[in-house]
């Protein structure tokens, strides 16, 4: 039994190295961002935080554009979450509660669809995109990273898991498909909506490859991107560009820490091995 | 009974036409067009001549497109079994512990999966730095010398990789955590009343019931792998000497860059045919491992 207890002590204490090694980059990101530049690169500079120095935050903030990429980042990742949840719960609900002709073929896209790579659309969609005149403005952002099948993958199996006898009497009641699904099926699942509406505006505000692509001007850039031009603007102040990386990293950091057991039930929900 | 039969198709076609919708326009159309551009001479933007299959006759003879084939395949094998490994093994870690401990270590393992890929990119950037990086030192301890590893052909690739394990392992993580929560705990009881030791707990109740977990992660990692852009454009570029130049930034410098379209197109395609070829005969051969 004893044995038994060391070795759980053991592993325990190889579980919180390995956390504490794992979590470094950001700790030595932060300490590097409260340091003054001339600290940051002297050789009396040790791994423990040693200085209270706001000022590479204050310079990025004023001296960058990272406000407006803020606000670009916000809007489009909110638009990019509002649309992609409320079609993929209207989809899904057809997809689950109603027969209409080409149903299957249209769940059989959305499923294949989870499989394909966007990336390989890329020429193709920025094509498009410069052909609706959408180059360098938030619909280009937008658009092609409103195809989310996993929604509508995920929204279907909740669906499909209400009891039929509540479907039967709302429409004995004299209630229509929208009453059922405004009024049941919507307030039913408002837990897996809140999930997947974080791991959406989580994904749309980490994106990078599409917006660096569609986005060419500074004032239109969302955070992922614009923060890559400040390494060229600031060159070798690090304290500087480890504020910028943290500023741009708070968001979703904060709001991962916020809805912790959220994120973690859509991710697993959402690669189905959770249902 | 038929006019109601109408309006319940109508509504449902009403549901359905906002995503139909955006679908068709941004990934069917996208799709069908990619295939026809790969058989034109098109430029970015612009129409091209119809040049049938000589986009790929060019593209067999391309040495970039090799190099780039190879890269994309040593990345793979750097990243998907080792993430796999590393993600169980912290998962197993974790799974033991509870309560606020338990929330605690997950979230230091999940962290950097939710940072956007240039946060990440900057602050491995500074770690590895030459001359000032704090992981310097212990690279002269291990080598000899200090390194500058995302501009040595033989470090770059390797360095990428690592970053990428650290940036979306949590991922992974929590896939194994969710599978080992859906393991009854009367079978380890049952095992372990029949003596069983940590060791056989393991082999004999985890692995076998956690395989459909791991099928999934090795599948879902090698479609992410291959998709490789983003990493190794900020980390390299595809330096040092194309060292780390692969399928996705072939199309990106081609289409965005030099402006062939059309070349871009059938990269792009070949990619596309790449990862589904490769991924359903992964997932295959793993459910076939699996039923063993």
Sequence with gaps: MSTRKIENGILLMITLVGAVIWIFPLYWAFVTSIRTENHVVSANAGLLPDMLHLNAYVESIFNTRLLTWYFNSIGTSLIITVVVIVSGMMCAYALSQMRFPGRRLLYGVVLASFMIPSQALVVTQFVLMNDLRLVNTWGGIILPQLIVPVVIIVYKQFFDAVPKEMREAVLLDGGGEYTLLLKVYMPLNWGITTALAIITFIMAWNQFFWPFLVITSENMMTIPVGITQVNDAFGVFYARLMAVALLAAAPVAIAYLVFQKKVTEAVMISSGVKG | ?292
């Design chain 2, 1 to 292: 009974m038929i006019t109601n039969r109408r309006k319940h198709i109508a509504i449902a076609m009403t549901l359905i036409a906002p995503f139909v919708f955006i679908f068709g326009l941004v990934f069917l159309y996208p799709t069908i067009r990619v295939i026809e551009l790969s058989f034109t001479d098109a430029p970015l933007i612009g129409s091209g001549e119809w040049i049938g299959l000589d986009n790929y006759k060019k593209l067999l003879s391309d040495n970039l497109f090799y190099t780039s084939l190879k890269n994309n395949g040593y990345f793979v094998l750097l990243t998907v079994v080792p993430t796999t490994v590393i993600a169980l093994v912290i998962a197993l870690a974790v799974n033991r512990l509870s309560g606020r401990m338990q929330a605690l270590m997950l979230a230091a393992f999940f962290l950097p999966y939710i940072l956007p890929v240039s946060v990440v990119t900057q602050i491995w950037a500074w770690m590895l730095d030459f001359q000032f990086g704090i992981l310097q030192p212990a690279i002269a301890f291990f080598v000899g010398e200090r390194v500058p590893v995302f501009r040595h052909p033989v470090w770059v690739m390797p360095t990428v990789a690592t970053v990428t394990i650290w940036w979306t392992n949590g991922f992974n993580v929590l896939l194994f955590i969710a599978g080992l929560r859906n393991i009854p705990t009367e079978l380890y009881e049952a095992a372990s009343l029949d003596g069983a030791n940590r060791w056989q707990l393991f082999w004999k109740v985890t692995w076998p019931l956690l395989w459909p977990v791991t099928a999934l992660v090795l599948t879902l990692q090698l479609i992410l792998q291959l998709k490789l852009f983003d990493q190794v454009y900020l980390l390299s570029g595809g330096g040092p000497f194309n060292s780390s130049y692969v399928l996705l930034m072939m199309v990106y410098r081609e289409a965005f860059q030099l402006n062939n379209g059309g070349y871009a197109s059938a990269v792009a395609l070949v990619l596309f045919v790449i990862i589904m070829v490769v991924s359903v005969l992964q997932f295959q051969l793993l459910r076939i491992g699996g039923r063993k």
